[in-house]
Each structure stands twice: as C-alpha cells, then as structure tokens.
C-alpha cells in the first residue's frame, strides 16, 4: 500500500465565489507544488470545469475526482463524485434539470465562467449556482448512488450550509460515503460531539476558492494507486483503517 494525499473540496473560476485566478492551470499547478496526489473539483451545483481540469491533471500525473459541491433543498452542502463523463453528463443534466432559474447579479456574486486549458472562456452559466436545487438530501443522495457515485456531506461541523447546521441530525436512512469536516476541528474533536457518527469515514480538505488554499488541509488515503475506483474502495471497504487527515 502506498500514501496519498488528497484535497477533495476545491472550487474553480466556475463558482461564483471562486477568485478569478482558480483556473484549471494554477490548480494543478499549485497541486503539484504542495505534492497533492489527488484532487477533487467541486464547483457548485456544476460540474462544467471537471474536464479540462481532468486533462490537465492526467498531463501532470495528478488524479482529478470530477463532481460538484450540491446545495439540496435543505441548504445542505454535500460534495459528490463520478468516475466517468458518462456519469457526469447525466448528473449534470439532473443538476440543470433542478437548479432554479434565478439569475446571476455578477456585481454581487461574482463572475460564473468556464475556461479551457488555455484560458479562453467558452461557457458562462447564466443561473445562479449557489442557489439550492428543488430536491431533498435524501433525493440528491439516491440520485448520486443510482449513478455509482460517492456521497459526502461537506464540512458537516459548520453552523451554516451543513447537515448539521440546517437539518441538526443524521437523516434516518441517508446513505452516506464519508463525512467532511472542516479545518476548523479534528476527528477526535468532532466525534466527542457527535459519537453517534463513529463507524463513517472522515475527511477533511481545504475548500479551497484560492490558490493559495489549495493544499493547506490533506487526507491521506492508503491505497494501490490514486484515482476514483480505488478511492471508492478505500472508502467503503469495512475494517479499513480511517483515512488520516492533516493540516
């Protein structure tokens, strides 16, 4: 088994609240210089950069998870990733299909575009995609899974946007993957909170919207080799030592 160090929660220039300067490029670039083996792209309620960044990370030897960061009916932010573009297309399609049709105030949310690898703007999404979709947690969860996709509550210790700080308690029934929780606490911390909790994977990763986060917070995973499959197995494999995380 070889160590892998993952940041699974990095916005683009696609998201609205991403900076400008998070081009698929200075993200792998930037991976690179913090010795990242992983990362995930996880714009919200997108998945429109996921490709070219792919690309970009394949070129450098850097394995690129493809997904978004869902806000559900809820307001509960939750990151989701697929192994293959055909699996992307048709969560994008559901995504399209459930986002609502308010637009984006550029002035005061921010620009939402799409680049290719090199630079040139060639999509601009017109909604605004921090708003929540019409469908529940518990919808995008068995959306996602009827896909073969991976389900994670993001950054579940937080006040806001979190399965925590909107709904307050695990959903009977919920499936999910792993939990992540932000730089802000650690697995022995959060789980004295929530030991109710222990028995799911934990990670944590920098949600980064910067270039210079990107990297600042790490999972390390025990794997063969980097990449969705493995990754996937990791994960849900039982008995598996949890993934360790660090600063």
């Given at each position: 088994?070889?160590?892998?160090?993952?940041?699974?929660?990095?916005?683009?220039?696609?998201s609205p609240c991403g900076d400008?300067?998070?081009?698929?490029?200075?993200?792998?670039?930037?991976?690179?210089?913090?010795?990242?083996?992983?990362?995930?792209?996880?714009?919200?309620?997108?998945?429109?950069?996921?490709?070219?960044?792919?690309?970009?990370?394949?070129?450098?030897?850097?394995?690129?998870?493809?997904?978004?960061?869902?806000?559900?009916?809820?307001?509960?932010?939750?990151?989701?990733?697929?192994?293959?573009?055909?699996?992307?297309?048709?969560?994008?399609?559901?995504?399209?299909?459930?986002?609502?049709?308010?637009?984006?105030?550029?002035?005061?949310?921010?620009?939402?575009?799409?680049?290719?690898?090199?630079?040139?703007?060639?999509?601009?999404?017109?909604?605004?995609?921090?708003?929540?979709?019409?469908?529940?947690i518990g919808q995008v969860e068995?959306?996602?899974?009827?896909?073969?996709?991976?389900?994670?509550?993001?950054?579940?210790?937080?006040?806001?946007?979190?399965?925590?700080?909107?709904?307050?308690?695990?959903?009977?029934?919920?499936?999910?993957?792993?939990?992540?929780?932000?730089?802000?606490?650690?697995?022995?911390?959060?789980?004295?909170?929530?030991?109710?909790?222990?028995g799911i994977p934990l990670i944590?990763?920098?949600?980064?919207?910067?270039?210079?986060?990107?990297?600042?917070?790490?999972?390390?995973?025990?794997?063969?080799?980097?990449?969705?499959?493995?990754?996937?197995?990791?994960?849900?494999?039982?008995?598996?030592?949890?993934?360790?995380?660090?600063?």
């Amino acid at each position: 088994m070889k160590t892998f160090r993952a940041d699974l929660h990095i916005h683009t220039v696609l998201s609205p609240c991403g900076d400008l300067e998070m081009s698929p490029d200075v993200i792998v670039a930037r991976a690179l210089e913090m010795k990242l083996d992983i990362i995930g792209i996880t714009d919200h309620n997108t998945t429109r950069q996921c490709r070219v960044t792919r690309k970009l990370g394949e070129k450098a030897g850097i394995a690129v998870l493809m997904g978004a960061e869902v806000t559900t009916k809820e307001e509960v932010h939750c990151l989701t990733f697929f192994e293959t573009l055909e699996q992307l297309d048709d969560f994008q399609a559901y995504l399209d299909h459930h986002i609502p049709d308010i637009r984006n105030d550029v002035k005061r949310f921010g620009y939402q575009v799409a680049v290719d690898e090199h630079n040139d703007i060639v999509y601009t999404e017109e909604r605004l995609l921090i708003s929540a979709l019409d469908e529940g947690i518990g919808q995008v969860e068995a959306k996602v899974h009827s896909l073969g996709g991976l389900f994670i509550p993001a950054h579940i210790d937080k006040p806001r946007f979190s399965l925590y700080g909107q709904l307050g308690f695990m959903p009977a029934g919920l499936q999910v993957d792993a939990l992540e929780i932000s730089p802000k606490t650690s697995p022995a911390q959060f789980l004295l909170l929530h030991p109710e909790l222990r028995g799911i994977p934990l990670i944590s990763s920098s949600d980064a919207h910067l270039p210079a986060l990107i990297g600042t917070r790490v999972t390390c995973f025990e794997m063969e080799h980097p990449g969705f499959g493995e990754l996937r197995k990791t994960i849900l494999e039982k008995g598996r030592k949890n993934p360790k995380i660090i600063n």
